[in-house]
């Protein structure tokens, strides 16, 4: 099972991104999809994550800028970014949570801010 991540690019500050990303196949005990970024010389980070279920949670520095949204037939979530700011920089993995085995993460997909 592959995740392929889209939609990265260069952008300027308070312009908007949309990335998207799409599992090549149904995976078995999946109770989640989000994203997780990693900044130049920085830890990776959760940056948002919804459950099958619909619901969702983001990283405090993207409230009211990001939204997560899926749709479980396509295997494939979203992520819309607004008013991106140069510290939203980084490099964008996709990520799925499986029940009781290890996440699966996709290749990354670059976002640059210009400020």
């Known amino acids: 099972v592959q995740l392929q991540a889209s939609g990265g690019g260069l952008v300027q500050a308070g312009g908007s991104l949309r990335l998207s990303c799409t599992a090549s196949e149904r995976i078995e005990g999946m109770v989640a999809m989000g994203w997780h970024r990693q900044a130049p010389g920085k830890q990776r980070e959760l940056v948002a994550r919804i459950t099958i279920g619909g619901g969702s949670n983001y990283a405090d520095s993207v409230k009211g800028r990001f939204t997560i949204s899926r749709d479980n037939a396509k295997k494939t979530v979203w992520l819309q970014m607004n008013s991106l700011k140069s510290e939203d920089t980084g490099v964008y993995y996709c990520?799925?949570?499986?029940?009781?085995?290890?996440?699966?993460w996709g290749k990354g997909t670059l976002v640059t801010v210009s400020s």
């Open positions: 990520t799925a949570v499986i029940l009781r085995a290890m996440d699966l």
